[in-house]
């Protein structure tokens, strides 16, 4: 069981991430990231698997190939209906 602090904390960190909490909650937010390591640690794993993601995304275009059986696939799926 998490503490209940640490549930709101976990909670409300995407909101905390994207900058839109209100005033005092970012700043109760990151008092509690500053004293709770559970959390923090959370966080920053949390942070460099987003970090992956987004590289991923931007080095991945999708190859014409790919694309040609995507095509293909909604091609007969639409003949076969
Ligand atoms: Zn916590």
Same mark, same amino acid.
């Given at each position: 069981?998490?503490?209940?602090?640490?549930? !709101? +904390?976990?909670?409300? %960190?995407? #909101?905390?991430?994207?900058?839109? %909490? #209100?005033?005092?909650?970012? +700043? $109760?937010?990151?008092?509690?990231?500053?004293?709770?390591?559970?959390?923090?640690?959370?966080?920053?794993?949390?942070? #460099?698997? %987003?970090?992956?993601? %987004?590289? #991923?995304?931007? $080095?991945? !275009?999708?190859? &014409?190939?790919?694309? !040609? !059986?995507?095509?293909?696939?909604?091609?007969?799926? $639409?003949? &076969?209906?």
């Amino acid at each position: 069981m998490l503490p209940p602090e640490c549930e !709101t +904390a976990l909670q409300q %960190l995407d #909101a905390f991430r994207r900058g839109e %909490l #209100a005033a005092e909650e970012m +700043a $109760s937010m990151r008092g509690h990231l500053e004293a709770c390591r559970r959390c923090l640690a959370f966080k920053q794993h949390e942070e #460099a698997f %987003l970090d992956r993601l %987004l590289t #991923a995304a931007q $080095s991945c !275009t999708c190859p &014409d190939e790919l694309r !040609t !059986t995507i095509y293909q696939m909604i091609a007969k799926e $639409s003949r &076969d209906n």
